[in-house]
T-cell receptor
Framework: GQNIDQPTEMTATEGAIVQINCTYQTSGFNGLFWYQQHAGEAPTFLSYNVLDGLEEKGRFSSFLSRSKGYSYLLLKELQMKDSASYLCAVKDSNYQLIWGAGTKLIIKP | IAGITQAPTSQILAAGRRMTLRCTQDMRHNAMYWYRQDLGLGLRLIHYSNTAGTTGKGEVPDGYSVSRANTDDFPLTLASAVPSQTSVYFC?????????????FGPGTRLTVT
């Protein structure tokens, strides 16, 4: 079967750095996505990786290793507004997104 | 402002009743999707449409039906609601095709079936 694993919850301090990991086993691979979802709101797109390596976008970076079935989202200079759930999703061989359950990130002052 | 709208925002529905969740996008996207989101589970695809006039089944299609008569609208119907269909429902759209093809989500409909 297809599976996306990420930690259920993480806590970090304002101003610090946090890394959220995602491992996947899917039938085929056509890219990995990270979305942010604030409580009670819709998911919004953060990043996309299809080749191995690091993609940087401001305070957020995303890394992919296809051979290891592994990705991480790195958030730098954490702000209180970064408190949210972070969803990892993989586009499979049918070009459909398979979603992880999400990691709830709690930022403490 | 361009985007996706969903209606209603929330609904309490008696088991056995029929219900249609509405979704409209004004971005002229080809592809549209319906997901449900339940605590502790990832978003699960119910149905999708790659282009107007076509639909397909996702991971959890049973008990749901969709239609795509035009580019903008993608309603989801529960023919006879059951308590296990209590969930938050998100509609999404994307341009379609290969590449990034990021999905844009509507604000969601919170449905409770009693």
């Amino acid at each position: 079967g297809q599976n996306i694993d990420q930690p259920t919850e993480m806590t970090a301090t304002e101003g610090a750095i946090v890394q959220i990991n995602c491992t996947y086993q899917t039938s085929g691979f056509n890219g990995l996505f990270w979305y942010q979802q604030h409580a009670g709101e819709a998911p919004t797109f953060l990043s996309y990786n299809v080749l191995d390596g690091l993609e940087e976008k401001g305070r957020f970076s995303s890394f992919l290793s296809r051979s290891k079935g592994y990705s991480y989202l790195l958030l730098k200079e954490l702000q209180m507004k970064d408190s949210a759930s972070y969803l990892c999703a993989v586009k499979d061989s049918n070009y459909q997104l398979i979603w992880g359950a999400g990691t709830k990130l709690i930022i403490k002052p | 402002i361009a985007g996706i709208t969903q209606a209603p925002t929330s609904q309490i529905l008696a088991a056995g009743r029929r219900m249609t969740l509405r979704c409209t996008q004004d971005m002229r996207h080809n592809a549209m999707y319906w997901y449900r989101q339940d605590l502790g589970l990832g978003l699960r695809l119910i149905h999708y449409s790659n282009t107007a006039g076509t639909t397909g089944k996702g991971e959890v299609p049973d008990g749901y039906s969709v239609s795509r008569a035009n580019t903008d609208d993608f309603p989801l119907t529960l023919a006879s609601a059951v308590p296990s269909q209590t969930s938050v429902y998100f509609c999404a759209s994307s341009e379609g095709g290969s590449g990034v093809d990021e999905q844009y989500f509507g604000p969601g409909t919170r449905l409770t079936v009693t």
